[in-house]
């Protein structure tokens, strides 16, 4: 019996993650498809009862909601697990990918639903990442590109080390997308 996998699709935000996620439950054909960004509605609600002002960036935002979304994505990402095979996240998971404590949680989690983690790194040019992020004009990206030099500096762009399961997907240029989507497939599906 082949292994259900669960994708984790991350990378820095505006890099292209829902863009490379979309496209990869397209090409995969039957798969959930989860983006924690659906969570923000949630969180704008705990913003509101709690009287902060609603700002992503935040100490309230990084102490209150940030880990709950990430382990609200995951429970419901775990829960597919059971009717569907692939089951893809879209979400930056910047500190867990980095942990060897938290990958092996992970493993551990998924051997139980004899499931494995396939982790797909967006890499984009950070002049790419700067332009998508005006173009998209959202208000969570207003902190960031006013403070862009300040904002770059706090991200990490290099792909983590010492994970079995990554996939770096290129994705600065169409011809970059177009080569890299046929061999995530062919990574996921292998």
Known sequence: MAKKKLILVTSP???????????????LNNCVYLDKDDLIVLSKQIYKV????????????????????????????????????????????????RSQEWLAMMRRKLALRN???????????I?????????????RDTW?????????????????????ELFIFKNSSDDEFDESIGQAVDYIRG
Request: hydrophobic share 40%.
């Open 127 to 139: 002049e790419i990442v700067h332009q998508r992020m005006v173009t998209r004009n959202s208000e």
């Open 13 to 27: 935000p505006a890099c292209g993650k829902t863009f490379v996620t979309k496209n990869l439950a397209r090409a």
């Open 144 to 164: 960031k590109i006013e403070h862009w030099d300040e904002y770059v500096a706090t991200q990490n762009y290099d792909p983590p080390e010492n994970v079995p």
């Open 115 to 125: 499931a494995e983690l396939c982790i797909i790194w967006v890499h984009t040019d």
């Open 50 to 97: 709690a009287g902060e002002p609603f700002d992503r960036s935040s100490d309230f935002f990084h102490d209150n909601i940030r880990d709950a979304e990430y382990d609200a994505i995951l429970e419901v990402a775990f829960d597919a697990l059971n009717y569907n095979d692939t089951v893809l996240i879209n979400a930056p998971f910047k500190k867990e990918i």
